[in-house]
């Protein structure tokens, strides 16, 4: 398996000249972080002042990062890259920063026409998933977490959110589809653990299908994970875990400052890489009782990956592991590992261009702050434009 990432044929052969010479372009620019600042800012303060530029963003940025604008946009997508490259996705509903009751229920209506979806099509889209802060207000999360009291006004909107956690929990259950709950900023992620756990405890009896997600760049969550699963032991359920690095970094650090406490952060990137592995490899060594997304951009992480499942004897389409990336990045870890037989989902944003815009800047500036991604990305484009001798 050395050297599976580099087969640049296999990672873009799903893309046509065009699209190969626009995420050239795309990477290029998110290599310069002073374009990235600058892009963030314009794209904010165009959709405030809703200047006409959604057409410039669609055929560009988003159309390189998302599956579309609404979830039937996003099907010939799907069927595309597992038709082609046997490669899954995760309908991910990438609307965020919602405030209004209407807007709740309508993410709840949406993660529950995906996991329909993933009803209709178990192999090509094997999971649903939604944000917490999709099913209420961001303060909500925030106030259980610090036990500050509800008002009466406030406890009904509480009741609201665990409804529409359960209902989402429930019905991924009655369908057998498995169900990934994004995590957040680490000072609403209290309480939304909390919900999460007792979805696991009412929905995986038998198998893991409603997953939490653990960022593993916060030093404390080796520990949650594995108090999770003494619980899990304890009471007898499965976990199900979604394990990532982290997406709010800057956030987290500039907030701990500010706010005079510990950072939630690992000190550096190797800590948190030091971190990730020991989480995947005590899920992957206590693979009975868990279920593993593996959600990595890193190929090393990959690979140790791989030598577990071969230690462990587990076959390389165990539906208990599962590689994860998102769509637009690591086309050579997705598409490669998926010609090995290996299960692996791409998460595939989708919503209405404007609403979509803060994910599109989170994930560029994502690809800024981790040193050598951008530059790996361009490297493996830039060999397959020469193999096409383009």
């Known amino acids: 398996m050395k050297n599976l990432f580099n087969n640049t044929e296999v990672a873009f052969a799903l893309k046509n000249n065009k699209e190969l010479k626009r995420a050239h ?11 990235v600042k600058l892009g963030s800012s314009l794209a904010n303060f165009a959709i405030k002042t809703h ?8 055929s560009t940025v988003f159309d390189h990062f998302c599956g579309g604008i609404s979830e039937e946009d996003c099907l010939s997508v799907v069927d595309n890259m597992y038709a082609k490259g046997s490669v899954a996705s995760v309908l991910d509903y990438s609307v965020e920063g919602k405030e209004t009751e209407k807007q709740f229920d309508a993410a709840l209506n949406m993660t529950l026409k995906t996991i329909e979806y993933a009803k209709q099509r178990p192999d090509s889209i094997p999971f649903a998933v939604f944000k917490p802060t999709g099913f209420g207000r961001f303060d909500m999360f925030v106030k259980k977490g610090e036990k500050v009291a509800f008002t009466a006004e406030e406890e009904k909107e509480w009741e ?4 529409r956690f359960n209902m989402a929990c429930k019905f991924a259950f009655d369908n057998n589809v498995l169900l990934l709950i994004d995590a957040e900023h680490s000072w609403m992620q209290e309480a939304a653990d909390d919900i999460c756990l007792d979805m696991m405890r009412k929905y995986n009896k038998e198998k893991a299908l409603i997953y939490n997600t653990a960022q593993m760049y916060r030093w404390d969550r080796l520990q949650y994970l594995k108090d999770l699963h003494d619980i899990a032991k304890a009471e007898g359920f499965h976990v199900g875990m979604k394990v990532v690095r ?5 956030v987290e650090r500039e907030r701990a400052t500010e706010k005079g406490y510990k950072s ?3 000190v550096d990137k ?3 890489d030091v971190n990730y592995d020991a989480a995947v490899t005590y899920m992957l060594d206590n693979i009975d009782t868990m279920a593993l997304f593996a959600g990595t951009h890193n190929e090393k992480s990959s690979y140790l990956i791989i030598d577990l499942l071969e230690k462990h004897n587990i076959a390389h389409n165990d539906r208990r592991l599962y590689f994860g990336q998102l769509y637009g990045m690591s086309d050579n870890i997705s598409f490669n590992l998926a010609k090995e037989k290996f299960n692996v989902a791409k998460y595939l944003p989708f919503g209405p261009v404007r609403d979509v815009i803060p994910y599109l800047i989170r994930r ?3 690809n800024t702050s981790v040193a050598g991604q951008t530059n790996r990305e361009l490297d493996l484009i830039e060999t397959e434009l020469k193999r096409r001798k383009l």
């Open 25 to 35: 372009f795309l990477f290029k620019m998110i290599s310069k972080p002073t374009l």
């Open 51 to 58: 200047l006409p530029v959604t057409g410039l963003i669609r």
């Open 160 to 163: 609201r959110i665990l409804y």
């Open 246 to 250: 982290g997406a709010y970094m800057e």
């Open 264 to 266: 939630p952060i690992c």
């Open 270 to 272: 190797a800590a948190t």
């Open 364 to 366: 560029a500036q994502e």
